[in-house]
């Protein structure tokens, strides 16, 4: 596993540093366009990550509703992830079985609900982004295109039994018995102090040490010896989820302090019925007030900057420095997860 | 008494990439994707590598009907490798931007694909369009020539009643990229990126002379340049 990790790592660096030679020279605009290409798979945290840090180069505050629409699309690939992991990779091996399709035909029930959490999450990224992988209306400083209320109002009204799906995927995970592994490891997140952090907020480590942007290069370096995505989200801020998935966990007698691959799959199980209800709660309230179309301005000012957001798998870290017309002089892309 | 014709094999390999287009056809167990579930009744999906698993590699041990290549080929190895892959195959087929032109991850002077081995066919795009590479893999299972469209974005863009991005002073490469994609980037307001390639016949010479009147010529160079090289 170690070795495998490792290789997986030396590719994802070794595509960060061919993407960010690449935006040398080139205008501000396209730096989500190509770091969202680093991988698909994280694709929406990486364009969003990139666009935060040339605003903060740029000093650009962008509206709630905004970073509201962001936070969708980034839940959105939450649960898609989550999804595939927990219901690809782990439940076929878990009940024996070699693919996806002998699931289909074995336990219809389960495979049907993985299909709708994973077709809702496709619905949002094209409603929202225009497409399901590389968005194409999420911009710097905004989106081009929003999503009008009526689809907003059948968007929620059609995926009114979302949550029942998430419940049980919490509730069939917790009723796997996986051995439990009790090991000492560094958690490192982004922490925020009054919410579940992903969207923003600053990398924290189980420890009590905030990381900053040089601390966290020599991170990845030594990554082999943290843990990162939803294991580490969930020991440092589940403190910070909704009133019902805290319920659940309570009453699935779930622990506070997880670890190891059981672990891992159930915090993963556990962000799956967060971002549900956060990705529901987020389009009623989109529906209910309407999308206001915004003009987006370009930037004035441009300077260094930097910003900071969770994918699925761990923190993602883009800093940019841009001289006077936009133009990229440096670009780099520091990540804590691997595929 | 009616011909069956028996599955053909197929592999995947893939390059330096991001993943995607190799992701669509490994995911290709979920419904969601029908179209090519229909493929998976008459390819069979004998291997797939990434390039975690090219390592250390010198040899494919099977010959394959059809083999899909995504990603660029960097450096040595993946270059042995690509003509490798070319000796096994009977079709190749170079699926996304990234084996057709380069792509993000292509350096500058490195030859792309289509410069190392012989590829047959090419499904373009960033991301490629499921629907498209499905009915060409069904093509290619009947033994038909599979065939991309001639006309440009900005065909499709006027079809589908997008204002023009070019008349009111702003970037945009659709008269000149390939269709197919039903201009998606334009519906919503943004400009076309040249993900697809260069249309038959495109005139870049006529192309960088409008461009030039909107943007400085090293803007030109640059956004001819975000999915490798537009140069056929």
Sequence with gaps: ??????????????????????????????????????????????????????????????????????????????????????????????????????????????????????????????????????????????????????????????????????????????????????????????????????????????????????????????????????????????????????????????????????????????????????????????????????????????????????????????????DKNGIILKYEIDMLNYS | MMEIHPKKSLAIFSLTSCGDCFGVLKNVDWGRFSPERSVLTKLELQNFYDIDDLRGKNKIEKKYDIVIIEGHPRGKRQTDFAKLIRRQAKIVVAIGACAHQGGVYAKTNEPILKKIIRVDHTVPGCPVDRNELSRFLMDLFWGKVPRLPDLSVCFECRQNENDCLLKKGKLCLGPITRGGCDSICNNYGEACLGCRGLKPDANVEKMTEILKSITPEQDIEKMMTIFGTLKE
């Design chain 1, 1 to 322: 596993m170690r070795a495998s990790r490792n290789k997986t790592m030396a590719n994802e660096i070794m595509k960060n540093q061919l993407i960010s030679k690449n935006l040398i020279g080139r205008p501000y605009w396209q730096a989500p366009i190509l770091a969202a290409r680093v991988e698909a798979k994280n694709c929406i945290a990486h364009h969003l990550v990139a666009i935060k840090a040339i605003e903060s180069a740029c000093n650009i505050k962008v509206s709630t509703q905004t970073v509201n629409l962001r936070k969708l699309l980034l839940a959105a690939e939450f649960i898609k992830n989550h999804t595939l992991y927990l219901y690809e990779a782990i439940l076929p091996t878990f009940l024996d079985l070699e693919t996806v399709s002998e699931l289909a035909k074995m336990h219809p029930e389960i495979y049907h609900c993985a299909l709708a959490l994973t077709q809702f999450t496709d619905q949002i990224l094209i409603s929202i982004g225009g497409r399901v992988f590389y968005p194409i209306t999420s911009v710097v400083s905004g989106f081009k295109s929003h999503p009008n209320k009526s689809e907003l109002k059948q968007f929620v009204a059609s995926n009114e039994n979302l949550a029942t799906f998430a419940d049980q995927t919490l509730r069939l995970f917790a009723g796997l018995k996986l051995q439990a592994e009790k090991s000492k490891t560094d958690f490192v997140a982004l922490h925020q102090n009054d919410e579940y952090a992903f969207y923003d907020g600053e990398i924290w480590t189980s420890a009590g040490e905030i990381i900053t942007r040089d601390k966290f290069e020599k991170l990845v370096k030594y990554s082999n010896k943290k843990t990162f995505g939803a294991l580490a989200r969930y020991n440092l801020s589940q403190s910070h989820l909704d009133a019902h998935t805290k319920k659940l966990l309570s009453e699935l007698k779930v622990e506070k302090n997880l670890s190891g691959q059981s672990g891992e799959m159930l915090a993963a199980a556990t962000e799956l019925n967060y971002f549900i209800t956060l990705s529901m709660n987020l389009l009623e309230k989109l529906a209910r007030d309407g999308v206001k179309p915004e003009h987006i301005l370009p930037p004035q000012k441009f300077s260094t900057g930097s910003a900071v957001i969770e994918s699925a798998g761990g923190a993602i870290i883009h800093s940019c420095e841009l």
